[in-house]
Nanobody, 113 residues
Framework: QVQLVESGGGLVQAGGSLRLSCAAS????????MSWYRQAPGKEREFVAG????????NIADSMKGRFTISRHNAMNMLYLQMNSLKPEDTAVYYC??????WGKGTLVTVSS
């Protein structure tokens, strides 16, 4: 059974930065594609960023390119999301996902204007 636990969320002012972490347990996820999603109040969950098992390929949603960076540390079974130049519209619950369909419970990011 894979468990994913996100951390690092919080309240930050617009223009600030946060680094989210996702700790995986239960099995090594080094061969699995992992990603971050987010869900803002009243909106559907949306893709934020994804990374291949060896970290060699990353995908970032267009609205976050240049501001967000995804990375992973397979030896520690960790996934990260570095978020810079945060905007109020980035306010959401951020979820970690490991393929095929393992999800964390999320961490709340609130960006104040």
């Amino acid at each position: 059974q894979v468990q994913l636990v996100e951390s690092g969320g919080g309240l930050v002012q617009a223009g600030g930065s946060l680094r989210l972490s996702c700790a995986a347990s239960g099995r090594s996820l080094s061969n699995y594609y992992m990603s971050w999603y987010r869900q803002a109040p009243g909106k559907e969950r949306e893709f934020v960023a994804g990374i291949s098992g060896n970290g060699g390929t990353t995908n970032i949603a267009d609205s976050m390119k240049g501001r967000f960076t995804i990375s992973r540390h397979n030896a520690m079974n960790m996934l990260y999301l570095q978020m810079n130049s945060l905007k109020p519209e980035d306010t959401a619950v951020y979820y970690c996902k490991a393929d095929p369909n393992y999800w964390g419970k999320g961490t709340l990011v609130t960006v104040s204007s």
